[in-house]
């Protein structure tokens, strides 16, 4: 799977969200995104590539597209 | 981190990583665990000799995988270290027990802000540094068991243990705000708060401390470390599948 298809489908599944409403999806924006999906989602980003992230940048994780930049500096290009 | 066994985790089976258990409550609470069939990470400042020989020998008489991870709790370098060995291990953790400590004493007057901060370091600031590593760990796999070692002396006063009790008692505030944001992933999180127990640690309080527990204490003893590892196995078990959020005295009735 690529990087991409991996990267969407962890927001899929831990937060019940649709792939057409990624691209602009932000921290709160669905009920499923609040701090306790917030966690399930980082653990769900470091199985799939593989790293640990630090603590800043999961709180430094607000949205979508903000996730693409931070993964980068592990290595992961999206 | 350094596997000191063949044997391995399989699927299925119980994982624990505790701190400070080269000696005192850590050390029976490893003991008890291996003899549940548990498979332990321990983590230490130093592992000697004798310490390696006796978790082998533990770890072959129970056929279980036994670890040593190396933990300095006064260095955030240490702890990263060992958060990224253990995480990367991939072992499935089933419980961590935060229990390595140090004991200062002194009035507060006679007590530098420096030494306080560095008993928080080490009872304090290092078990939240390695904990909010590992429980991505509890999230991923959606439950676990943290149990935290605090102290009666992070409840009750006595005069010149200003850094220490203070020190427990964040590490009881700690349990109570872990065991709430925690539980959404099905992680109970609980403390044990052990009086005066036979260990080095009873030692370096002095006699004076040791007789006023006593006085205090209604079963006039002190507890045996195998007394408080019974009570963290009970609280990791599933027997107490409902206790999350709980400082448990273990203290002969003060
Ligand atoms: N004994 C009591 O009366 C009593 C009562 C209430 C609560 N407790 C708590 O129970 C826990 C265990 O204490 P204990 O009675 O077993 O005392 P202990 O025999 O003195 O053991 C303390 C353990 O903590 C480790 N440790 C100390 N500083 C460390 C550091 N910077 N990094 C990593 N590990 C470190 C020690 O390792 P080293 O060998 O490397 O120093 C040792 O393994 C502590 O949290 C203590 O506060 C004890």
């Known amino acids: ?11 899929i599944e831990t937060l019940e969200v ?11 924006d669905v009920e499923a995104w609040d701090s306790v999906g917030h966690m399930t989602l980082m653990a769900a980003l470091e199985d799939a590539f593989d790293i640990m992230m630090e603590t800043e940048d999961i709180v430094d994780f607000s949205s979508y597209e903000k996730g693409k930049e931070i993964l980068k500096k592990y290595g992961v290009d999206l | 981190m350094e596997w000191i066994s063949e044997r391995r985790p399989a699927e299925g089976e119980r994982t624990m990583v505790i ?25 230490v400042r130093e592992a000697d000799d004798v310490f390696r020989g006796w978790l082998s020998e533990l770890s072959q008489r129970e056929n279980v995988g036994c670890a040593i991870c190396q933990l300095d709790l006064s260095s955030e370098e240490s702890i990263s270290k060992a958060v990224k060995d253990i995480v990367s291990s991939k072992v499935k953790l089933d419980v961590l027990i935060n229990n390595a400590g140090v004991v200062t004493k002194g009035l507060l007057q006679m007590t530098s802000i420096q030494s306080i901060k560095d008993t928080f370091q080490v009872n304090f600031f290092g078990h939240v540094q390695l904990t909010q590593g590992l429980i991505r760990m509890f999230i991923r796999q959606k439950g676990g068991v943290i149990l935290n070692m605090c102290s009666v002396g992070g409840m009750d006063a006595y005069p010149a243990y200003v850094s220490y009790g203070c020190s427990k008692a964040a590490m009881i505030y700690f349990t109570k705000t872990m065991s709430q944001e925690l539980a959404p992933y099905g992680v109970r999180v609980n403390g044990i708060a052990p009086s005066m127990t036979d260990t080095r640690m009873r030692e370096q309080m002095g006699e004076e401390a040791n007789e006023e527990i006593l006085r205090r204490t ?37």
């Open chain 1, 18 to 28: 649709t792939e057409d409403k990624l691209a602009t999806l932000k921290y709160h």
């Open chain 2, 19 to 43: 701190s400070g258990c080269n000696r005192g409550i850590g050390r029976a609470i490893v003991e008890k665990f291996i003899g549940e069939r548990y498979h332990v990470i321990a983590c």
């Open chain 2, 218 to 254: 209604a079963m006039k003893r002190v507890a045996e470390p195998s007394e408080v590892a019974n009570l963290a196995y009970y609280l990791a078990s599933s027997e107490s599948s409902f206790i999350t959020g709980q400082i448990v005295r273990i203290d002969g009735g003060m």
């Open chain 1, 1 to 11: 799977m690529a990087n991409i298809e991996k990267y969407n489908q962890a927001f």
